[in-house]
């Protein structure tokens, strides 16, 4: 039998799922869904783009989004910055996700967006928005005190 490793999950799997969360509103909202968007209704396995059907094409966008964040998170925790996940990559995760949905819901899907999605292809308006929201996180976390303990 398998058993969970809280270490692992508190100091790994939590704070590297921000940056899914990130992607996926990226790529979701931002990108309207794209590469891989099934028109909405039929059932899991009706055929639309490239032959496959919404449950297909579903698992292709989530494992687009999985290497997406585990792509920059790596890059984050191993080149530039060098803050372990845990703590420092919790905190800062936590200031991504935030920032990402004051962008996306707040921002991006007003009356009068920031980057009208009219203007440019999906991918250019998914790359411009991470990028900002990356940033603004960026910025943020220079007044976050990412040594405090978890353990009270």
């Known amino acids: ?18 940056w899914l969360l990130h992607y996926l509103l990226i790529i979701g909202v931002i990108g309207g869904g794209w590469p891989l968007v099934a028109p909405a209704g039929g059932s899991f396995f009706q055929q639309h783009w490239g032959g496959h059907g919404r449950l297909v094409l579903g698992l ?12 920059l998170s790596g890059f984050f925790t191993n080149v530039w910055w060098g ?15 935030w920032i990402t949905l004051w962008w996306v819901l707040n921002i991006q899907i007003s009356p009068h967006p920031v980057i009208p999605p009219q ?26 005190d990412y040594d405090v303990p978890f353990n009270g």
């Open 119 to 144: 203007k440019f292809h999906p991918v250019l308006n998914m790359a411009m928005s991470s990028a900002i929201c990356i940033f603004l996180a960026v910025a943020v976390f220079q007044f976050v």
């Open 60 to 71: 292709l966008m989530t494992g687009l989004a999985v290497g997406m964040a585990a792509a």
């Open 1 to 18: 039998a398998m058993s969970a490793n809280p270490k692992w999950t508190v100091e790994t799997y939590i704070p590297w799922s921000f």
């Open 83 to 97: 803050y372990p996940l845990f703590p420092g990559g919790a905190w800062y995760g936590i200031g991504l996700f």
